[in-house]
């Protein structure tokens, strides 16, 4: 599609605007580029006389982004979790879920890679307890799962959605109480509590705002006034807080700048080195050949291929989201 613009451009027909937050993007499509940051003009040129580092630099005030992650260690035999002969009913006029088979090992990341509207958002639904299953099953640790609270705290499930502000967050509560989300209700060892503690979420959502960089004028304003990357370090920080021994993920780093996406696939890949098992559902085919330690391809609802990431071909992977394989 962007060759296509770019040659419409380039005979004339056009003229054409791209916002992209993507340094490929703006290398391969573009002529001329202007850059913002936090809403100011931060610097523009000629991309041809423009390079990586400049381009980093405009966006982000620092001539490199953090170094990509560090994979550490080899999946491991535990199956944390497993969906099998899993079926959700059709929706809007979209076939529903019809995945046979689907496993997560303990220290691996599996990808899901796949054109838009093939089941990925129906997956996250199904793992996060917003969608209903017809038939099949969806095991963790062993064990049956249906998504609830009490089950996805028992079993130390964490699930970051896309479109974290629409779908994790209270976009009109402050910073602190969407910090608190997940144990606002609990104690010292996980105890019941009748009364909220303020006094210890302030401190905590201190502790958090300090560990992922999140900049925000207070603690106490709303969470939808901070940018798209301050909001999912604010839902990173949340869901990454503790034990974490399942992770669900979806398109974690859409419309992130290039430092908010290091430190994003970092957090990411740590928890990975950390033993936990990661489902990462992504429309970003590199940022899936980046992290993952597999790969599945969804087509219309089902798995269309499975592959070890290492050495993955990304014009095969392609050809089977588009389901030539």
């Known amino acids: 599609m962007l060759g296509l613009v770019r040659d419409l451009a380039h005979s004339g027909q056009l003229t054409i605007v791209i916002i992209t937050h993507k340094l490929k993007e703006v290398g391969k499509f573009v002529d001329e580029v202007t850059v913002l940051r936090r809403g100011r003009f931060a610097g523009a040129g000629a991309v041809r006389d423009l390079g990586p580092e400049d381009l980093t630099a405009m966006m982000i005030g620092e001539p490199h982004a953090p170094a990509d ?104 509560m402050s910073v602190v109480d969407n910090l608190a989300l997940r144990d606002f209700d609990r104690g010292e060892g996980g105890k019941p509590r009748r009364w909220l503690d303020r006094a210890g979420m302030a401190a905590r959502a201190q502790s958090m705002i300090a560990a992922y960089g999140i900049r925000a004028p207070s603690p106490e304003v709303p969470i939808g006034v901070l940018s798209g990357g301050n909001v999912q370090r604010c839902v990173l920080a949340r869901e990454l807080d503790g034990a974490v021994r399942l992770l669900i993920v979806a398109n974690p780093c859409f419309g992130l700048d290039v430092k908010a996406v290091a430190e994003t696939r970092a957090r990411i890949m740590a928890a990975r080195n950390a ?43 392609g050809r089977h989201m588009l389901e030539h394989g």
């Open 69 to 172: 992650p560090k994979r550490l260690g080899y999946p491991a035999a535990e199956v944390r979790l497993a969906v099998r002969d899993l079926r959700t009913a059709a929706d809007g006029g979209r076939a529903g879920l019809a995945i046979d088979t689907l496993a997560v090992h303990a220290r691996e990341i599996v990808g899901i890679a796949g054109v838009s509207g093939n089941g990925q958002k129906d997956l996250v639904e199904v793992l996060g307890g917003q969608r209903p299953i017809e038939s099949g099953s969806v095991v963790v640790d062993g064990e049956a799962y249906n998504a609830s609270r009490a089950e996805s705290r028992a079993h130390d499930v964490r699930v970051l959605p896309e479109e974290p502000l629409r779908n994790g967050c209270v976009p009109g």
């Open 275 to 317: 033993g936990t098992a990661v489902l990462l559902i992504s429309e970003d085919l590199d940022e899936i050949l980046e992290l993952a330690d597999r790969i599945v391809v969804m087509h219309g609802g089902r798995v269309a291929h499975d592959m070890p990431a290492a050495g993955a071909d990304p014009q095969e992977i």
